[in-house]
């Protein structure tokens, strides 16, 4: 392989290997993979701009969505519970709480947890938000689903600190989710058990 077909594939590697769970070593592999493979390549990239194109950013709970009006479909259901909030790192968490069928209120995408490694600046503007959203929806509980790390427990308490005056229960899923383990990598059902068997702080 010359300098050239190497520049391609290592700039396509850097753009991918951008993606969590995926290092540089994948992401090479993946790229030369979608080299030699160009239809999927082309399917691939037509799927990527239908993506940037139809979907963006729910307003208000930061989940994704298709919608012209800017909510996801779980903010328009009238049929959800509108006094809890539950507290999500990610999309993923969210995802997962939904297939769970255990929960049918409303959400927060923090994006992240607090951490001294990395920006946590959308993290904070979001904490901000849904204290805002507390009082303004008068909501009666808040569910965090945090990870279990010295990060998550920093943002717990960040939260519990943020909504200290204000008359809501603050309850976080502990049960079952080992110390130091990332959400992402709890499997579904140990978060449905641990969301059902949450604990007030």
């Not at 080992?178 to 007030?200: C, F, H, W």
Request: glycine share 4%; aromatic share 6%.
């Amino acid at each position: 392989m010359q300098k050239s077909e190497l520049d391609e594939i290592n700039r396509v590697s850097t753009y991918l290997s951008k993606i969590p769970g995926i290092g540089f070593k994948s992401a090479k592999r993946y790229a030369i993979w979608l080299g030699e493979h160009k239809t999927e390549a082309i399917n691939l990239l037509e799927s990527l701009n239908s993506l940037i194109k139809n979907v963006s950013t729910c307003s208000k709970c930061f989940n994704l969505t298709t919608s012209t009006d800017g909510l996801c479909e779980i903010c328009k259901d009238f049929e959800r519970d509108k006094s809890t909030i539950c507290v999500v790192q990610t999309i993923e968490n969210l995802v997962e709480i939904e297939q769970s069928n255990v929960y049918n209120g409303l959400y927060l995408v923090l994006g992240g947890v607090i951490s001294a490694l990395y920006d946590t600046e959308t993290v904070l503007k979001r904490i901000d938000y849904l204290k805002e959203r507390v009082k303004e929806e008068a909501i009666k509980e808040v569910i965090l689903v945090l990870s279990s790390t010295s990060e998550g427990d920093l943002t717990v308490h960040y939260i519990k600190d943020s909504l200290r005056n204000l008359n809501v229960k603050i309850s976080k899923v502990a049960s079952g989710i080992p110390i130091g383990q990332d959400i992402n990598y709890v499997d579904k059902r140990t978060l449905m058990e641990a969301l059902k068997s949450r604990i007030y702080i």
